[in-house]
């Protein structure tokens, strides 16, 4: 199954390329990419690797932004 690693059981995350075609499943662990088929296609540039981790980021302080509001009223840090 794509969804998790054959090769270190880590969950893959599926990474968007193009609208018209189907996402490949990235490991960051492993750092490579698989298709639907859990085939490996290929090692993640150093690229995109920055690319992704920007969008992760951006992503996690979305989620602390909005976190933080409901978080410090009840004086959770
Ligand atoms: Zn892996």
Known sequence: M????????ERR?????AKD???LWLCEKCENFADGEDVIIREIT???KD???KKLE??????????EKIHRRK???
Do not use: A, R, W
């Open 21 to 23: 075609k189907p996402s």
């Open 51 to 53: 690319n992704i981790n």
């Open 2 to 9: 794509t969804l998790f690693c054959k090769q270190c059981n």
């Open 58 to 67: 951006d992503f996690k302080n979305i989620t602390e932004l909005t976190g």
């Open 46 to 48: 150093k690229d995109e």
């Open 75 to 77: 004086g959770v840090n």
């Open 13 to 17: 995350l599926p990474i968007v390329f």
